[in-house]
């Protein structure tokens, strides 16, 4: 069984939308390199999880701000996936790590602006770059965006560029990709319950509440809410979706 199952990697997959991620694509069949910054435990917890569920999973440490560090991360997959699977190559990867910076256009900061193009849109563009080389033919790509591309809530205006940016880069990948039937879709959640932003979303009753009522399904985002629509689109099951954005968010302003 472990053998013959696809191998997803999910970066950031230790907590939060990464976590449910890792779970559901685990649920799908898949074996699943997750990846953690600080908080091994987490990683080590899902790993466990992952391991419940009849299917193999690790944990690697990375950093996506680092990206002078991807050259010898991908070595590390490589090693990796030859010695915990036995295989040469991975078959989906989720470009999910991240954090947001609370500052509005006129109070961001070049280091800040700096740090979220390093995070959000560098990472998406060369560690996905670097991992071609041992990508299989025909697997998948998931971009995590955001909600914030379609419809602006001050404070988040450079987050919400970098994650513009990684809506085009996915067009862009999908057709580069085509070729070697590779799919690439973005996922784009609304305000989700996680640690993000300081878990402002999940612990600030005034801005949960704000949010459900803008929100047609009368409620904000939970981790589970998002984790098999990725798992959906690295399957089978979603062989002929390409190049699409597909919001996540409960139908927020509509
Ligand atoms: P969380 O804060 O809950 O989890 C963040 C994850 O990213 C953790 O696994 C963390 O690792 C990892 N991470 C953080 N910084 C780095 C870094 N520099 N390098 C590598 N890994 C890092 O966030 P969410 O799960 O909520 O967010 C996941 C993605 O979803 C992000 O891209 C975010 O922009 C996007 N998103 C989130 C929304 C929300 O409302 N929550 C809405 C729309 C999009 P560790 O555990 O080791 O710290």
């Not at 961001?108 to 080389?133: G, R």
Request: contains cysteine.
């Amino acid at each position: 069984m472990t053998t013959n199952s696809k191998i997803a990697l999910v970066t950031g997959g230790s907590r939060g939308l990464g976590k449910d991620m890792a779970l559901k694509l685990a649920q799908k069949g898949h074996n699943v390199i997750l990846t953690y910054h600080s908080k091994l435990d987490e990683a080590q917890k899902v790993i466990t999880e992952i391991e419940k569920l009849g299917r193999k999973a690790i944990a690697l440490q990375l950093d996506v701000a680092d990206s002078a560090s991807f050259d010898s991360f991908v070595q590390e997959i490589k090693v990796a996936v030859q010695a915990n699977f036995q295989k040469d190559k991975i078959d989906y990867l989720v470009n999910n790590a991240g954090v947001g910076v609370h500052a509005n256009f006129e109070e961001t900061t070049l280091e800040q602006f700096d740090n979220m193009v390093n995070i959000h849109l560098k990472a998406p563009f060369f560690l996905t770059q670097k991992l071609l080389p041992i990508f299989n033919n025909g697997g998948g790509i998931v971009n995590i965006a955001s909600g914030l591309t379609r419809f602006s809530f001050t404070g988040y205006d450079a987050y919400a560029v970098m994650k513009g940016g990684v809506e085009t880069l996915s067009k862009y990948q999908a057709k580069f990709l085509g070729e070697r039937g590779i799919r690439v879709n973005i996922v784009a959640p609304g305000a989700i319950e996680t640690d993000f932003g300081g878990g402002a979303v999940r612990d600030n009753k005034e801005l949960n509440d704000y949010i459900a009522s803008l929100t047609a399904l009368g409620r904000v985002g939970m981790p589970d809410d998002i984790g098999s629509v990725v798992a959906f689109l690295c399957s089978d099951e979603a062989k002929w979706v390409n190049g699409q954005r597909i919001e996540v968010s409960g139908g927020i302003f509509l």
